[in-house]
């Protein structure tokens, strides 16, 4: 499920909402995806209400030139993650900074996969001021990251990750993660 999909094309992908609740179950979420284009992906909003889904991604940029910013996560009411959650994925050769990206996980949900602000991966860019929050007696099993760079080009910077209201994280816990632990 895909809020907006800009492929081979100019243009930018925003304020785009996806809601799963109710009990719903589905394979994937992201609010915009944009593949071999030129633009951002911005504000775009998914919600995980009381609902179980593999993969969520606020904003996805594949061989792409263009910023994900002020994308929203939100995995609440006793929702089950089984996948990753990514605020902003800078991927496959593209060119962009992802910034001010929002990742939630709260009232008693899970997360069985990792959890990061944003993630860039094979490509070139910033990643900064993107939060990651697990609160509300919520549980994640992967590892949490407010940043992450994979064989990438770019700075990290003050990206945050906050653990709070009696919840837990198995795996390791970054604020930035980029040849180094702060």
């Given at each position: 499920v895909t809020g907006a999909v800009l492929e081979g094309s100019t243009g930018n992908a925003h304020d785009n909402t996806v809601s799963i609740k109710n009990n719903?179950?589905?394979?994937?979420?992201?609010?915009?995806?944009?593949?071999?284009s030129t633009g951002a992906a911005y504000s775009n909003k998914v919600t995980i209400d009381n609902s179980t889904v593999d993969d969520i991604i606020g904003a996805s940029m594949e061989m792409s030139t263009g910023d994900a910013h002020d994308n929203e996560l939100t995995v609440a009411d006793k929702s089950r993650m089984e996948g990753m959650a990514i605020g902003a994925f800078i991927h496959k050769n593209s060119t962009g900074d992802a910034y001010t990206n929002t990742v939630t996980i709260k009232e008693k949900s899970s997360a069985t996969g990792n959890v990061f602000g944003a993630d860039l991966n094979w490509?070139?860019?910033?990643?900064?001021?993107?939060?990651?929050?697990?609160?509300?007696?919520?549980?994640?099993?992967g590892a949490v990251?407010?940043?992450?760079?994979?064989?990438?080009?770019?700075?990290?910077?003050?990206?945050?990750?906050?653990?709070?209201?009696?919840?837990?994280?198995?795996?390791?816990?970054f604020e930035i993660e980029h040849g180094k632990c702060i």
């Open positions: 719903s179950t589905v394979d994937d979420a992201s609010g915009a995806f944009l593949t071999r490509s070139t860019g910033d990643a900064y001021a993107n939060t990651v929050t697990i609160k509300g007696k919520s549980s994640v099993e990251y407010g940043a992450v760079f994979d064989t990438s080009t770019g700075d990290a910077y003050t990206n945050t990750v906050v653990i709070k209201e009696n919840s837990s994280v198995t795996g390791q816990v």
